[in-house]
C-alpha cells in the first residue's frame, strides 16, 4: 500500500508528480501541522493519479518540526559566567541550573558560559574550603578551661586577651595596620605580651590624640597594678594597640596595652 502527503492547511499546493526523496523534510518556515494532523495518508487514489507517492514510511506517522535555535545567547548562562568570575557562588550557580534546564527546552547559545560558570563556582569552593583548612590548622589554640594559648598559631590583634603573649614584628613598636601576630604559649620565646585591655566609650571615632589621652594613664595605672616589677628590665617598652576608623566601625572598641622587650626574647608572663 502506497502513502501519499496530506499537507496541512498553510502549506504549498503539491506540485504534479513530486515523489519526496529519502529523507525529505518540509521546509520550516512552513506553519507546523495542526495537532493530530496526519501528514501521510493511503494512496487509494485511482491509477495514474499525479499526486505525490511517498517513501514507505510507518503509517501514521506526523510532521514534528525540529525546534529552531532562539537568537542572541541565553541571559542566566552569561549571568552564571561572570558570577562564577567574580566568585559570586551561590547565584552562579543556581543561574547555571536555570540555564540548562531552559536550553534543553529552546536551544539557544550559551551552554558554554553555563558550563563555565558552573565549574568557575566549583573552584572557588574549592578555594575556600582550602583557604579554611589552613586558617584552621596555622591558627593558634587557647585553652577552654584556663582561656591561655596553648600552640603557637596567626590570632587577630583584637582576639588578643590580657596576658596573652607573641611576637611583635617590628621588635620595637606596633607595625602600622598590623591585623595579625604569632601568638604563643607565655613559655616559648616571644617579645610581646598582653598586659591589659581599657574599654573605650562613646560611638563617635574619637582619634589617636584621644586614643593616646585615655591610653598614656590607663596602661600605666593597669602595668603598676598586674605586672612583677622583678622581671621589668631596661629595654623593655609600654605600647598601646588601637582601633583605626574601619576596625571602630566593625565594633572593636579597646584599647590594648602592651610590654615589648626589643633587645631579647621573654620566656615566661610579667604578670604576676
Known sequence: MAYRINPPPGWPPVPDGFVPPPGWQ??????????????????????GSTLPVAPPLTPGSYYDPAPQPAPGTNGFAIASFVLG???????????????LRKLRVRPQA??????????????????IAAGVAVNAVTAAHRSAASGQITKNG?????????????????????????????????????NAQVIARLPV????????????AQALPGCRASIA????????????????????????????????????????????????
Open 225 to 272: 597594678a598586674d605586672v612583677d616589677r622583678s622581671k621589668v628590665t631596661a629595654t623593655m617598652k609600654v605600647l598601646w594597640l588601637y582601633p583605626e576608623a574601619q576596625a571602630w566601625a566593625d565594633g572593636q572598641r579597646w584599647i590594648s596595652c602592651l610590654i615589648v622587650d626589643s633587645s631579647q626574647d621573654l620566656t615566661s608572663s610579667l604578670l604576676k
Open 26 to 47: 518540509p521546509d520550516p518556515s512552513w506553519p507546523p501541522p495542526p495537532p493530530g494532523w496526519q501528514l501521510w495518508v493511503h494512496d487509494d487514489t485511482p491509477a
Open 110 to 127: 550559551g551552554r558554554g558560559f553555563a558550563i563555565a560558570g558552573l565549574c568557575l563556582s566549583g573552584l572557588w569552593l574549592v578555594g
Open 85 to 99: 568570575l567574580l566568585g559570586g557562588v551561590l547565584l552562579s550557580v543556581i543561574f547555571g541550573i536555570v540555564a
Open 201 to 212: 566609650s562613646g560611638s563617635a571615632y574619637p582619634g589617636p590624640a584621644a586614643f593616646r
Open 154 to 190: 596567626h590570632l587577630g590583634v583584637f582576639s588578643l586577651r590580657a596576658g596573652d603573649c607573641f611576637q611583635n614584628p617590628s621588635g620595637s613598636q606596633p607595625t602600622v595596620g598590623l591585623t595579625q601576630v604569632t601568638a604563643v604559649p607565655c613559655t616559648s620565646s616571644h
